[in-house]
């Protein structure tokens, strides 16, 4: 699967507004996951204003991927990073 827009802390590319705009535009199924997918983590569906609120109140370690009908916003701990 394409991603169409990817954004993520860790190279810098993160642009909440960005982001934002996205959400506010999109009719795809939105989904959050907290975590490694890898560890297990599962991605489960949002509405958009919860994805908004997300965007809002991450703690600056957040990826947004966008797919041909799915957007993940997932956010990740301090303990996902070692």
Not at 44 to 53: R, V
Not at 71 to 81: A, G, H, K, R, V
Request: hydrophobic residues 35%.
């Amino acid at each position: 699967m394409e991603k169409l827009l990817k954004m993520s802390f860790f190279n810098g590319t993160l642009d909440i507004q960005k982001a934002k705009e996205v959400v506010n535009n999109t009719n795809k199924k939105l989904s959050y996951r907290y975590g490694l997918s890898y560890r297990g983590a599962e991605a489960y569906p949002i509405s958009k204003d919860k994805a908004l609120e997300i965007l809002d109140n991450n703690n600056g370690l957040l990826d947004v991927n966008e797919y041909e009908d799915e957007i993940i916003l997932n956010e990740y701990s301090c303990n996902d990073m070692w």
